[in-house]
């Protein structure tokens, strides 16, 4: 699954590839727990990319991410998937 968020960088700093996003909950779905964040300017929107794989087993899964500062502390809204897998009919 291909998912995307476009957000905001509200605050006064420039994101780099220092700045991270982290799995704060939830269900990885098959992606790496920690990544960089996608360079954005402050004020600029940009659009956050993750690739999952959707659980095999039938159920109701969640992974809910945060973005963290280069010192480690969260900042802004966290972001999730929320899916429904179906077993077979």
């Known amino acids: 699954m291909d ?21 704060v909950s939830g269900d990885p779905m098959g992606t790496q727990t920690e990544q960089a964040l996608y360079p954005a300017k402050a004020g600029s929107q940009v659009t956050i ?19 963290f500062t280069s010192q480690g502390e ?9 899916i429904n897998v179906v077993g077979p009919p």
Do not use: M
């Not at 700093?13 to 991270?20: D, E």
């Not at 990319?49 to 109701?60: D, K, N, S």
């Not at 969260?74 to 929320?82: L, W």
């Open 3 to 23: 998912k995307q968020w476009l957000v905001q960088n509200s605050g006064t700093c420039n994101w780099t590839s220092i700045y991270r996003l982290k799995l």
């Open 49 to 67: 990319r993750i690739l999952f794989t959707a659980p095999v087993e039938a159920g109701h899964y969640t992974s809910s991410w945060q973005a």
């Open 74 to 82: 969260a900042f802004g809204d966290p972001i999730f998937i929320d």
